[in-house]
């Protein structure tokens, strides 16, 4: 059974940024951000995540902010730390073991990686070709690659050796060992990169959230399936499968504990919660 209700009794509050948008670094209560598109949770220190605003990718500590990488100027240059340039960060994620951030340089057209110890950004895959080609490294072409998460194993775990992201309108799948860029076709669905969120459960699952629907996608069977929005039309309803209506949503998060997922429902200003079959997390 499929249950979408819209929370209730929500507390946001603001720790860092002001409503005017400029580049500082300093205790967190006095930050600014300019156009923060990204998020990435720290995998050791629960109080810490990096980011991903203009052009640069910052950490957060729980008490202050500090560049990891990148400059408030857009551009493109691998380098150390502030020598290094972004232009449109969409992707943020670090491997469980917290030595490198991998980020979706979007208009860059590539995927790069932060090495933490060091600061030194590098490109993993990209040319900087707006095309759609598979290729290994910089062989492959991404167009204005987006969102990105880690595959995990039935294990639970995550495998940091596959990464998967929205590019060129398509689901693209890259091997962090090999550095392959491979294409994953999906039947009857199309992909918008401006419109399309990732994440995955703990059984491998791919959750996505393609216009106004909800998907689960198992890459080892090939197989997709629809589990909530019903015809894709925008809307506001709380219900069970395609009973269920959004308003182009974008975000969202998985919550293995509670079998779950977590929705932006971005046009309709809430966050919902997805209750979804427990066999996609065992």
């Known amino acids: 059974m499929l249950l979408v209700v819209a929370s209730a009794a929500v507390e946001a509050v603001t720790i860092g940024g002001s409503l005017t948008g400029h580049f500082t670094a300093a205790p967190v209560h006095n930050t600014r951000f300019a156009h923060p598109r990204v998020i990435c949770a720290d995998p050791i220190n629960s109080n810490g995540w990096w980011i991903g605003d203009s052009g640069s990718v ?51 057209h590539r995927l790069r990686t932060i090495k933490l110890a060091s600061g030194q950004v590098l490109i993993v895959a990209g040319n900087g070709k707006s095309k759609s080609v598979d290729g290994v490294g910089k062989a492959a072409s991404l167009h204005y690659p987006g969102c990105l998460v880690f595959e995990r194993s039935p294990r639970h775990e995550s495998t940091d050796s596959i990464l998967w992201l929205v590019s060129n309108d398509s689901l693209r799948r890259f091997d962090t060992v090999s550095g392959a860029v491979t294409t ?41 399936l629809k589990v909530a929005g019903g015809t894709g039309y925008p809307g506001f309803k709380d219900g069970s499968g395609g009973a269920a209506r959004f308003h182009r949503p974008f975000g ?16 309709n200003h809430r966050i919902r919660r997805v209750t979804l079959p427990s066999h996609l997390f065992q």
Not at 252 to 267: K, M, S
């Open 184 to 224: 994953q076709t999906l039947h009857q669905v199309r992909i918008s990169r401006a419109e399309t969120s990732i994440g995955c459960t703990s059984n491998g699952v791919l959750i996505l959230i393609i216009l106004n629907k909800l998907y689960s996608f198992d890459p080892r069977a090939d197989v997709l």
């Open 252 to 267: 969202v998060a998985v919550a293995d504990r509670e079998r779950c997922v977590f929705v932006a429902d971005t046009f």
């Open 58 to 108: 910052r950490y957060c500590d729980g008490k202050s902010v500090t560049l990891t990488a990148g400059d408030q100027n857009p551009g493109f240059a691998s380098g150390f730390g502030a020598d290094a340039r972004f232009d449109d960060i969409q992707g943020l994620v670090c491997n469980r073991d917290r030595t490198q951030l991998f980020v979706s340089d979007s208009r860059n």
